[in-house]
């Protein structure tokens, strides 16, 4: 093999491997959401919390405990040259007899708790994953912003350069070109402070799932495909799927589980003990028995039976007041959505072909001479502003989109973002 032929393979070699390591690094939002759902550590304490309430279901489904009691009595004694000759000693067993159902009710409270804490970290991941979506589109937003504004350096470059031409000719004056050059510096200076901004963002995205650096370097999304509006009477049925409206039915099991522990208080438990004791001035046996009654619990019970009654009856109208809350944010989202969607279509069907058009006409009147450079710079300035506002259109409607998933409930599948 010669020489120049293994020169020639190991230069191979090298630029491959330079361009494999200078290849972008694509985020995708399902990266996104597995990085987030992997590592916050929000969902992290969620599950020490899960594992606590299920300490308390194990613990309040069991029942009294017995306890074992020595007790000694007549010892010492005054009149007697030995303190034990007529002691007393009673060894025992004792617990309680809960009448009215009560260990099922505390079994019923704690696991009610248990899940209001499940459904409680599922409406967590809901947020979390919806706080990834609003991070990752201002990623792509400041990504495509920054693209519109390189789009524009490069048409101020353009203008710069016929401007240039018109001057050397002597059909424009000098300062027509000095102010080119000012438009061009200010297209630049407005690119940096996007690329800054992006990568802001995406530090920000980095720190759901506890990195510090942004460990990609785009981010993969195209803002001007938005998936096709829903009507509001379909969100609506959603909604009472949502994990807001599904955490009172826990509650209300919740509530009632504690009203049924406030009327079991009204059964009086019996304290019970058996066992036997000792007599040692003739070193005979003895069996014992005893119990306990407590007298007006259900007297005792009555208020904290109307406290729970109370707090039951209240989650009505709380769930009324949420669904209404809910319902309200929702059909403002819904209008947001369509109102963008919309200004994002007539942007791209009949404002930007006209200017388009206008563009291109005004450009060739610029280099014949019947066209001034303030005319002409005037129409691409109003070209570029309405392509940011669609832009911005659009990032209204990726947002309200989101807010419709979050609100709903529906898994972040729709690829808004894709």
């Keep these: 093999m010669s020489f120049r032929w293994v020169a020639f393979t190991a230069a191979v070699i090298l630029s491959c491997e330079f361009a494999s390591a200078q290849a972008p690094r ?17 969902l992290a304490r969620l599950d020490s919390v899960r594992e606590g309430a299920r300490a308390a279901l194990d613990a309040e489904s069991q029942g009294p405990p017995l306890r074992l009691e020595l007790e000694l009595e007549n010892a010492p004694r005054s009149d007697q040259d030995s303190s034990f000759d007529s002691a007393e000693t009673t060894l025992s067993l004792a617990s309680v007899f809960e009448r009215g159902g009560k260990r099922e009710a505390r079994a019923a409270a704690a696991d009610a708790q248990l899940n209001a804490v499940e459904l409680q970290g599922e409406q967590r991941r809901a947020d979390l994953l919806a706080e990834v979506a609003r991070r990752y589109l201002d990623v792509v937003a400041a990504q495509s912003m920054a693209e519109l504004v390189d789009a524009e350096v490069k048409q101020r470059q353009e203008v710069l350069g016929a401007t240039a ?10 300062s027509v070109r000095l102010s080119a050059e000012a438009a061009l510096a200010r297209a630049t200076l407005q690119r940096e402070r ?10 920000r995205l980095s720190l759901l799932w506890r990195s510090r650096a942004a460990d990609f370097d785009r981010a993969s999304g195209d803002l001007l495909t938005i998936p096709a509006t829903p009507t509001l009477a379909s969100l609506r049925d959603l909604v009472e799927r949502s994990p807001e409206l599904r ?18 208080a009204r059964d009086t438990d019996i304290d019970w003990r058996a066992g036997v004791r000792r007599l040692e001035e003739d070193g005979s046996w003895a069996a014992v028995l005893g119990i306990s009654v407590p007298i007006g619990n259900s007297s005792r019970a009555e208020p904290r039976m109307r406290a729970a009654q109370a707090d039951l009856a209240a989650l009505t109208f709380e769930r009324e007041a949420e669904e209404l809350s809910l319902e309200a944010t929702l059909v403002e989202a819904h209008m947001r959505l369509s109102a963008a969607s919309a200004e994002v279509t ?14 291109r006409a005004s450009e060739r009147a610029f280099r014949a001479g019947a066209l001034s450079y303030t005319e002409w710079a005037q129409l691409q300035s109003e070209e570029m502003a309405a392509r940011r506002e669609q832009l911005l259109a659009a990032v209204e409607a990726h947002r309200a989109l989101i807010e419709i998933q979050r609100l709903t409930g529906s898994p972040f599948v729709t690829r808004n973002l894709p």
Excluded: H, Y
């Design 194 to 203: 996007l690329q800054w901004q992006g990568r802001a963002a995406a530090l």
């Design 26 to 42: 694509v985020l995708t939002l399902d990266s996104a959401f597995a990085r987030a759902l992997e590592k916050n550590p929000e």
């Design 247 to 264: 955490r009172f039915a826990d509650e209300s099991r919740l509530r009632e589980a504690r009203l049924q522990l406030a009327r079991s």
């Design 165 to 174: 031409q018109r001057v050397r000719a002597g059909a424009t004056p000098d």
């Design 346 to 359: 007539a942007a791209r069907d009949i404002l930007l072909p006209k200017f388009a058009q206008a563009e």
